[in-house]
């Protein structure tokens, strides 16, 4: 379906050459602050066309508020968000009318429907995702205003070349307190320093010779972005089959060419003794809770505890290349396909935003349906509650 979230609800719409997308939201809290300015800044760091390593269609994508605010303030009633498309080039796809591109949605779009878009991917391209990322600055905006939250996502590898941390987990199976460090401190400028969104120096540079050549070469390359969720509130998430990395996988894997989900130690706690992955705790000096190590991820049984919660996405290459390449038409006969077309030859740097979007709706949403809960349980009289219920020994108040 093309909606996500239950209380904090977005449904995106349009293709990526009919006359616009956008989105519409619904669930917004009443009285925020909300003008174009606070949407467009991520709207322009997803936009195509922003650096030598993009595909160079050039869209503004600037976005329109349509409903759901007056004066600049919300009004709980349903947003709506306009952007246009500009530079369309349906012409550019005529090759697809006879052949389904390998790894595309072209072929299983039109066995799902019986019809498909005849020019780009349709609802399966990138342009679906600026509905997304506008709906997502609006949910940020709140849970930072709410909760302080902060949301920083980078780009972790592109092909072989990886951040150093990545190389590390690799070789020792276990995280040095430095990428804690660097998780806790890491902002959206550090990140938008370099083109690739890669903010380490000398690993953004390999990036860029591998991009670069695989663009000469014709052809794309995959790559990871690694996210972190920095303040979000404790309690937040549904067990059991709404756990909160349930809810964040859901959401980073519907992004359109999402091929792999990671969360907290991922697949190198697999090689772990119990004993050195578990996460002790501590009581802090304001009494709240912390963890000496965060192998968890920041959730645990399904459930954000106050630490930092970070993840890792992967993105496969582009399906769509300018090499020609030997497949099969629809009516089945081997031919060689001939693509045109702008294209990225790797989406990470762009998909920055996007995973940040997706983070903010996941996380808003289960941070609404806990005020919920939080609001419900204060309607009621005080009752005794045994000690064991509430993790206190006998005799405590």
């Known amino acids: 379906m093309s909606s996500f979230g239950k209380l904090f609800r977005v449904t995106t719409y349009g293709e990526s050459h009919c006359k616009g997308v956008g989105a519409i939201v619904d669930g917004v809290p009443p009285g925020m602050q909300l003008t174009e300015g606070d949407i467009q800044p991520q709207l322009s760091r997803r936009r195509p066309g922003q650096s030598k390593l993009t595909t160079p ?5 600037k976005v329109t508020i349509m409903s759901g605010t ?101 070789d020792t199976d276990s995280v040095k307190p430095e990428f804690y460090d660097f998780l806790n401190t890491i902002s959206r400028e550090d990140v938008d320093a370099d083109i690739t969104r890669c903010p380490d120096a000398a690993t953004a540079e390999g990036m860029k010779e591998v991009i670069t050549q695989k663009s000469l070469e014709k052809d794309s390359i995959g790559g990871t972005v690694t996210c972190v969720i920095r303040n979000c509130p404790i309690g937040l998430g549904e067990p059991c089959f709404d756990k909160l990395e349930a809810l964040l996988a859901h959401a980073m894997l519907s992004i359109p060419a999402t091929k792999g989900f990671e969360f907290g130690s991922g697949f190198n706690g697999t090689r772990m003794a119990g004993n050195v992955h578990n996460d002790p705790f501590i009581r802090l000096e304001n009494g709240r809770f912390a963890t000496t190590t965060n192998y968890s991820g920041g959730v645990q049984g399904g459930i954000s505890n106050g630490e930092n919660i970070y993840f890792r996405v992967a993105f496969k290459p582009p399906a769509t290349i300018s090499q020609d390449q030997q497949t099969a038409s629809y009516d089945g006969v081997t031919g060689t396909l001939a693509a045109r077309g702008r294209h990225d030859p790797c989406v990470v740097s762009r998909a920055v935003p996007i995973v940040e979007a997706m983070a903010s709706l996941a996380i808003i949403d289960a941070a609404l349906q806990q005020e919920a809960r939080k609001a419900a349980l204060s309607r009621l009289p005080s009752v005794d509650i045994h000690h064991s219920l509430l993790g206190k020994p006998p005799g405590s108040q």
């Open 57 to 61: 269609r050039n869209e503004k994508d």
């Open 70 to 170: 007056e004066y600049g303030i919300t009004l709980g009633t349903p947003i709506g968000l306009q952007v246009p498309n500009e530079d369309q080039r349906p012409h550019d796809y005529s090759e697809t009318d006879i052949y389904p591109r390998p790894s595309h949605a072209d072929y299983t779009y039109l066995q799902k429907y019986g019809v498909k878009a005849s020019s780009g991917g349709g609802r399966a391209s990138a342009r679906e995702t600026i509905g997304r990322v506008a709906a997502g600055a609006i949910a940020e905006k709140y849970l930072k205003e709410a909760y302080g939250v902060e949301i920083v996502a980078f780009v972790s590898s592109v092909g072989k070349v990886a951040m150093p941390f990545i190389r590390e987990l690799e």
